[in-house]
């Protein structure tokens, strides 16, 4: 992941200029204990499956990751500050959904959803929020009660 210290200063400046909610670490809703709960991945990484079209310039929109199509990932986010070196080796590092299967078999979580999504992370937040609206439906449909974000 890039540092903001080390990007052009353009792009250095417009990072800068983002009013970013804080987070918090305080859950949105109570719920089962993890290991009764099904977990999907929710990423920023620009990852899609081979063959589906790639994210374009500042896309607000999302790739689907049907759980049988995990070995079938790519990643179509360009830019010079994103190092997809770590990716290359191990699919796992931006898309862990390996380390989520042994979770289920060693019962550490419920299940895996057969779903998973993918956003482009250098989109501006305001535009995904539609996107975000449709894919908290379709976490609802896979009966997903608790989603990894893997920021990248």
């Not at 790739?63 to 070995?71: E, G, I, Y």
């Amino acid at each position: 992941m890039a540092r903001i210290a080390d990007m052009p200063k353009i792009l250095a400046d417009d990072m800068r200029g983002k009013d970013y909610a804080p987070a918090g670490d305080t859950p949105l809703i109570d719920g089962p204990p993890l290991a009764k709960r099904r977990v999907a991945i929710i990423s920023t990484a620009g990852l899609q499956r081979r063959g589906d079209r790639p994210f374009g310039l500042g896309a607000g929109d999302y790739r689907v990751v049907p759980l049988d199509a995990s070995d079938d990932v790519v990643i179509s986010h360009v830019s010079t500050n994103f190092d997809r070196t770590g990716f290359q080796q191990d699919t796992n590092i931006m898309f862990p959904i390996d380390r989520l299967k042994e979770m289920a078999e060693a019962g550490n979580i419920g299940s895996v959803a057969d779903y998973h999504y993918s956003f482009m992370g250098a989109s501006d937040p305001a535009d995904m929020e539609e996107a975000a609206d449709q894919i908290a439906g379709l976490l609802k449909q896979d009966q997903v009660d608790a989603v990894l974000l893997v920021p990248v």
